[in-house]
């Protein structure tokens, strides 16, 4: 298995801009995360997908974020407008059901720059 | 609200010593406690989960011990090794974490 994929690993926006981060789960996981990851707060869960349906969006900070997940092998967060303290790491991250719930597996990150 | 710490923020220590992480949490009743590892521009890596009804649990050369009572969860590294060297991360019921411990082990 190709693990957790996001895309891209790289963004580089300015102000004002939509942006659009991507995440492939490993197949047959039915949780999804996302989470953001900065040297001041640390690593912050956004949001959590359980069957593709939104659980829990309380750590999404505010109405310029929202994310879906289409199908069991797609989910996207995306931030509009986009603005400077937007800039981050974000992680999406996969967990399995029954017994290894809790073990969850991550993807590389999106390193994200709002200038 | 539960809260996590993880004090020192770095630690610098000799290749072949043991070392201990902490990991602190404010809240008694959690049901697991897990530790990751995070090399630069990486993604998490899970290194060991404990259940709640657990005490510890060891993997190679790790062994990550847990104490509810006292809020406390340490991850113990026998002789230590370059490779070693990462970020270390603990989280409570699985999504609240700390900020990470930044461990270098001199060669």
């Known amino acids: 298995d190709a693990g957790v994929i996001q895309s891209p690993r790289h963004e580089v926006t300015e102000m004002g801009q939509e942006v659009t981060l991507r995440c492939k789960p490993i197949?047959?996981?039915?949780?999804l995360f996302w989470y953001r990851q900065t040297m001041m707060r640390g690593l912050e869960l956004l949001i959590y997908?359980?069957?593709?349906?939104?659980?829990?969006d309380s750590g999404m900070p505010e109405d310029r974020f929202s994310a879906k997940m289409p199908n069991a092998s797609f989910s996207t967060l995306k931030i509009q407008p986009s603005e400077p303290r937007d800039s981050a790491v974000y992680f999406c991250?996969?967990?399995?059901?029954?017994?290894?719930?809790?073990?969850?597996?991550f993807g590389p990150g999106t390193r994200l720059t709002v200038l | 609200k539960q809260e996590v710490t993880q004090i020192p923020a770095a630690l610098s220590v000799p290749e072949g010593e043991n070392l201990v992480l902490n990991c602190s949490f404010t809240d008694s009743a959690i049901y697991n406690l897990q530790w990751f590892r995070q090399d630069p521009g990486k993604g998490l890596t899970s290194l060991l989960l404990i259940q709640s009804s657990q005490r510890e649990q060891t993997s190679g050369r790790l062994n990550a011990s847990l104490d509810k009572s006292s809020g406390r969860s340490t991850l113990y590294i026998a002789a230590s090794q370059p490779g070693d060297s990462a970020t270390y991360l603990c989280?409570?019921?699985?999504?609240?974490f700390g900020k990470g411990t930044r461990l270098h082990i001199l060669p």
């Open positions: 989280a409570v019921n699985k999504i609240i």
């Open positions: 991250a996969s967990s399995p059901q029954g017994a290894n719930y809790n073990e969850q597996f």
């Open positions: 997908f359980n069957n593709n349906v939104p659980i829990d």
């Open positions: 197949s047959g996981h039915d949780y």
